[in-house]
């Protein structure tokens, strides 16, 4: 495993700085938002400005990158994305902010695609199983680690901004001093969702419907814990047990619905998502229970997106993969551009429980849909030709690193359980 990942240390070093700052920011300005007196929509269109601008850079990613190239083009995004960290603090106005997390969330997709376009050039065909599951697992810990940021000083003053701030400018540095070789950008080709639909419609409503409930855990998770009480640090134990239920739950349930009907898992675990959910409100009374009841729904919610993914792959031939995967990730990103936006208007509506009811609703709409289906369309769904791979939502570049059947997973699941288990100690 050391010489697999030896050679490409240089990005996993990179991203890894790039969440941990992206990370505390997202966290951060919930905590200094509510400081400043912002409701809990308007800090619901903040957050959605993040998720809309990963949507457009998504689109502007790869002509830039062949226009000047990967360094200049990392260079220049961290440097947008660090000035803009800074901003969030300098200029404390609401629209400004949605304008900044628009920015930000650009650039950072930009970066994500260099990185991720680099370790696909960088992974030899019959590896790229253990790549993929080693990227998830930096991505999974360093968001975790970076909740754990806010403990060192107040989101009042501008450490923390300023430290999000250095995290993402010392991104540049590994990625700038590697010695490997740019690779050739390839178009990512996209499949129309309507085809997709006829073919696995629930992988389609569970990438909008995960997008709903996910962009509002990641934009308002951190707003509800602070109005139910939490102290800085508790908002940040709040987030961090959401990730590490995630990433202990994601290959329990993802190696399940291998050997299940993919539709019936999800319609199981969006089931237990939505009774976790409401379990989140009377355990907002007590700082550990609410830790737990977060915990169990990310592990929940955190595996219905990659299940999706899994069972829209049992659908498509080789070719058609990498495409039909890009499709329903702008899918799930569209719905997670929505989410903090609608949750935030909800909970200024009738108070910060809306959150978990809002969870609540948007996986029993997804369990009903895929419970009819299934008595809809009762083919036979117990041959799968994908296996199950954890993730978090990233850019349709990654999925080039997607492993395909022929790759065992069995090492991968040890590693990824052995940092979980590491994490949460």
Same mark, same amino acid.
């Given at each position: 495993?050391?010489?697999?990942?030896?050679? %490409?240390?240089?990005?996993?070093t990179?991203?890894?700085?790039?969440?941990?700052g992206?990370?505390?920011?997202?966290?951060?300005?919930?905590?200094?938002?509510?400081?400043?007196?912002?409701?809990?929509?308007?800090?619901?269109? %903040?957050?959605?400005?993040?998720?809309?601008?990963?949507?457009?850079?998504?689109?502007? =990613?790869?002509?830039?990158?062949?226009?000047?190239?990967?360094?200049?083009?990392?260079?220049?995004?961290? =440097?947008?994305?660090s000035?803009?960290?800074?901003?969030?603090q300098?200029? %404390?106005?609401?629209?400004?902010?949605?304008?900044?997390?628009?920015?930000?969330?650009?650039?950072?997709v930009?970066?994500?695609?260099?990185?991720?376009s680099?370790?696909?050039?960088?992974?030899?065909?019959?590896?790229?199983?253990?790549v993929?599951?080693?990227?998830?697992?930096?991505?999974?810990?360093? +968001?975790?680690?970076?909740?754990?940021?806010?403990?060192?000083?107040?989101?009042?003053?501008?450490?923390?901004?300023?430290? =999000?701030?250095?995290l993402?400018?010392?991104?540049?540095?590994?990625?700038?001093?590697?010695?490997?070789?740019?690779?050739?950008?390839?178009?990512?080709?996209?499949?129309?969702?309507?085809? +997709?639909?006829?073919?696995?419609?629930?992988?389609?409503?569970?990438?909008?419907?995960?997008?709903? =409930?996910m962009?509002a855990?990641?934009?308002?998770?951190?707003?509800?814990?602070?109005?139910?009480?939490?102290d800085?640090?508790?908002?940040?134990?709040f987030?961090?047990?959401g990730?590490l239920?995630?990433?202990l739950?994601?290959?329990?349930?993802?190696?399940?619905?291998?050997?299940?009907?993919?539709?019936?898992?999800i319609?199981?675990?969006?089931?237990?998502?939505?009774a976790?959910a409401?379990? +989140?409100?009377?355990?907002?009374?007590?700082?550990t229970t609410?830790? &737990?009841? %977060?915990?169990l729904?990310?592990?929940?919610?955190?595996?219905?997106?990659?299940?999706?993914?899994?069972?829209?792959?049992d659908?498509?031939?080789?070719?058609d993969?990498?495409?039909?995967?890009?499709?329903?990730?702008?899918?799930?990103?569209?719905?997670?551009?929505?989410?903090?936006? &609608?949750?935030?208007?909800l909970?200024?509506?009738?108070?910060?429980?809306?959150?978990?009811?809002?969870?609540?609703?948007?996986?029993?709409? &997804?369990a009903?849909?895929?419970?009819?289906?299934?008595?809809?369309?009762?083919?036979d769904?117990?041959?799968?030709?994908?296996q199950?791979?954890?993730?978090?939502?990233t850019?349709p570049?990654?999925?080039?690193?997607y492993?395909?059947?022929?790759?065992?997973?069995?090492?991968?699941?040890?590693s990824?359980?052995?940092q979980?288990?590491?994490?949460?100690?």
């Amino acid at each position: 495993m050391l010489q697999l990942i030896a050679p %490409i240390g240089s990005l996993l070093t990179g991203v890894s700085l790039l969440l941990l700052g992206s990370g505390l920011l997202n966290t951060l300005l919930a905590i200094r938002g509510g400081a400043a007196g912002y409701d809990s929509s308007t800090m619901g269109l %903040i957050m959605s400005g993040y998720f809309v601008g990963f949507f457009v850079g998504t689109f502007i =990613a790869l002509p830039m990158i062949r226009r000047v190239g990967h360094i200049r083009v990392f260079a220049l995004c961290a =440097a947008v994305a660090s000035v803009s960290v800074m901003l969030h603090q300098l200029i %404390i106005n609401p629209w400004v902010w949605v304008g900044l997390r628009v920015l930000t969330g650009i650039s950072l997709v930009i970066l994500y695609t260099v990185i991720e376009s680099w370790l696909n050039a960088q992974t030899p065909a019959n590896q790229r199983g253990k790549v993929f599951a080693v990227y998830m697992v930096v991505n999974l810990a360093a +968001l975790t680690l970076a909740q754990q940021l806010m403990r060192f000083d107040s989101a009042e003053s501008y450490i923390l901004f300023a430290l =999000a701030s250095m995290l993402v400018t010392l991104s540049l540095v590994p990625v700038a001093w590697t010695r490997l070789t740019p690779p050739e950008v390839q178009t990512v080709k996209r499949l129309r969702i309507p085809f +997709l639909w006829r073919i696995a419609p629930v992988a389609v409503a569970a990438s909008l419907l995960s997008g709903l =409930a996910m962009g509002a855990f990641w934009g308002m998770g951190a707003v509800y814990a602070g109005k139910v009480g939490l102290d800085d640090a508790g908002i940040a134990s709040f987030m961090s047990a959401g990730i590490l239920g995630g990433a202990l739950l994601q290959y329990p349930l993802g190696r399940y619905s291998d050997s299940s009907d993919r539709r019936k898992v999800i319609a199981i675990t969006c089931a237990l998502a939505a009774a976790a959910a409401l379990l +989140l409100i009377p355990a907002g009374l007590n700082s550990t229970t609410l830790l &737990l009841a %977060i915990a169990l729904y990310g592990g929940l919610a955190f595996a219905i997106y990659p299940v999706a993914v899994a069972h829209l792959i049992d659908h498509l031939d080789g070719p058609d993969i990498i495409a039909g995967g890009s499709a329903v990730l702008l899918l799930h990103g569209v719905g997670a551009a929505i989410g903090p936006a &609608l949750a935030g208007q909800l909970m200024t509506a009738t108070g910060p429980n809306a959150l978990p009811v809002y969870f609540c609703f948007m996986q029993l709409l &997804l369990a009903g849909f895929a419970i009819w289906k299934i008595y809809a369309r009762n083919e036979d769904e117990y041959e799968h030709p994908a296996q199950f791979v954890a993730m978090v939502r990233t850019t349709p570049t990654a999925l080039e690193m997607y492993p395909d059947e022929s790759e065992a997973v069995s090492e991968v699941d040890d590693s990824l359980s052995s940092q979980a288990r590491e994490n949460a100690a």
